[in-house]
């Protein structure tokens, strides 16, 4: 009922007592719909440590609707949605929801439409949150202990999101198509991973729909990538795999045919 939501995980806390003291610095600004701020990842020992140099808020900044979704494109946002503000009036406005049978990257998807729309938006450089990496029973852990198949299942749903993205908003037609192919190629990064290619029939299913989703996209006319059927990428992938050498020549020369 709020002017503003924030998130917070129940594994989770916040930094201090002054985090929204921090926050409500800015909201007077009508046009300001997200106020991101930085956070800590906390260990199971209580150690908290910093995000990635490229998300850290060094001094205020603000951005303005094309810049905030290259500036997420380009890792320089942090993907979680418990270290920003967002003004209610906007989310409800354009019905953004965290879509629910997504088990993993949903807070991802849901910046990736909110920053697709987003009119106005402040970095600030206090440190607001502490995100719990050590709850053995959190999403994050459970991920990074066993690469489920619930985890490619919300991928294929993050990439058609873009892929819906790419040929529906405008905002996206502003941003230049290399860093486009560079982001979205990234996102099926899985289908290289020698565990996920042990298993060829998941694969080729998958490859196949990725192949399915890219061709229906505008990119496709920018580059031509998934020229080859699933069955021989499959099979160069494997080969790939085999060479213990991924500087030599012979392993060079293969990536060259390789479609992605």
């Avoid at 609707?65 to 290259?70: A, D, R, S």
């Avoid at 892929?163 to 990234?186: C, E, G, M, V």
């Avoid at 990725?210 to 059927?229: A, E, M, T």
Wanted: include cysteine.
């Amino acid at each position: 009922s709020g002017e503003f939501i924030y998130f917070l995980d129940s594994d989770d806390y916040l930094f201090d007592e002054l985090v929204f003291h921090n926050f409500s610095n800015e909201m007077n600004d009508e046009e300001l719909d997200v106020i991101n701020a930085n956070f800590y990842f906390v260990d199971e020992k209580g150690k908290l440590s910093h995000s990635s140099e490229k998300e850290t808020i060094l001094q205020r900044q603000s951005l303005e609707n094309e810049e905030i979704l290259k500036k997420y494109i380009l890792k320089n946002i942090s993907g979680i949605g418990c270290n920003k503000m967002f003004r209610r009036e906007f989310l409800f406005k354009n019905n953004f929801r965290f879509y629910e049978k997504m088990h993993y990257s949903e807070d991802f998807m849901f910046l990736l439409n909110v920053f697709s729309k987003a009119r106005k938006m402040v970095n600030i450089p206090a440190y607001t949150y502490c995100y719990n990496r050590a709850n053995p029973n959190s999403s994050t852990a459970t991920a990074s202990k066993k690469f489920t198949e619930k985890w490619y299942d919300s991928q294929m749903i993050l990439i058609k999101n873009i892929a819906q993205l790419i040929n529906t908003s405008p905002r996206w037609k502003l941003i230049d198509n290399k860093l486009i192919l560079q982001y979205f190629a990234h996102q099926y990064h899985f289908l290289k991973d020698p565990a996920f290619i042990s298993n060829q029939k998941i694969w080729k299913k998958r490859y196949t729909e990725v192949q399915k989703i890219y061709h229906r996209s505008l990119l496709h006319g920018v580059q031509k990538r998934f020229r080859y059927n699933a069955t021989l990428t499959y099979f160069a992938y494997t080969k790939l795999n085999d060479i213990k050498n991924k500087d030599s020549f012979l392993f060079k020369l293969m990536c060259k045919f390789v479609t992605f």
